[in-house]
T-cell receptor, first 119, second 114 residues
Framework: EPEVTQTPSHQVTQMGQEVILRCVPI?????FYWYRQILGQKVEFLVS????????KSEIFDDQFSVERPDGSNFTLKIRSTKLEDSAMYFC?????????????????FGDGTRLSIL | GQQVMQIPQYQHVQEGEDFTTYCNSS?????IQWYKQRPGGHPVFLIQ?????EVKKQKRLTFQFGEAKKNSSLHITATQTTDVGTYFC??????????????FGKGTKLTVIP
């Protein structure tokens, strides 16, 4: 079964440094998402992306964050000037289509995540 | 904004006992999705409920969607050690261009004691 792949699995970075988290969504998927999960807490939406632009972003996704689809396969999350509170698991997800029918949605397929540790 | 609440936060059961987690949304939902996250893993889609009052079963798992489409539950009959993990409910919130974001509950972490 096709999978969303994320690299690296674990990233350790000094506070203030920039990090880029990489995702390869499932090949025929068109909608991409980033979520984060602070240890022991719930999964929180960061940003959605479609047709090479951001569809929606949460209040967490401030100017420190950016996303990019640099080529036909990769989807990246960049965090500039990292802070201690950015330490979390970051999940990429994708769906083949968008909202689908009037009430039902394509389920989101999540990658294994990148554990980001800021020192 | 939309809030999704889930109880209990933790549940320890003896293997073979039943387990239930409850989910409540502050807004009416068009559908609700359930995900399971194994320890150290990522959320894995279990099911989506769309219709008011809908009940769906997957082997020992029974999912219900409330009549008002604001609450849902997951019931596991005769738990097994393979059921260990955190169960999240999630409601969609729609963005532009056909995308949607999931608002997750805090999850219920299930521990099964052999």
């Amino acid at each position: 079964e096709p999978e969303v792949t994320q690299t690296p699995s674990h990233q350790v970075t000094q506070m203030g440094q920039e990090v880029i988290l990489r995702c390869v969504p499932i090949s025929n998927h068109l909608y991409f998402y980033w979520y984060r999960q602070i240890l022991g807490q719930k999964v929180e939406f960061l940003v959605s992306f479609y047709n090479n632009e951001i569809s929606e972003k949460s209040e967490i996704f401030d100017d420190q964050f950016s996303v990019e689809r640099p080529d036909g396969s990769n989807f990246t999350l960049k965090i500039r000037s990292t802070k201690l509170e950015d330490s979390a698991m970051y999940f990429c997800a994708s769906t083949e289509t968008g909202t689908g029918g009037l009430y039902s949605n394509q389920p989101q397929h999540f990658g294994d995540g990148t554990r980001l540790s800021i020192l | 904004g939309q809030q999704v609440m889930q109880i209990p936060q933790y549940q320890h059961v003896q293997e073979g006992e039943d387990f239930t987690t409850y989910c409540n949304s502050s807004t009416t939902l068009s559908n609700i999705q359930w995900y399971k996250q194994r320890p150290g893993g990522h959320p894995v889609f279990l099911i989506q409920l769309v219709k008011s009052g809908e009940v769906k079963k997957q082997k020992r798992l029974t999912f219900q969607f409330g009549e008002a489409k604001k609450n849902s539950s997951l019931h596991i009959t005769a738990t097994q050690t393979t059921d260990v993990g955190t169960y999240f409910c999630a409601g969609p919130r729609y963005s532009g261009a056909g995308s949607y974001q999931l608002t997750f509950g805090k999850g219920t972490k299930l521990t099964v004691i052999p």
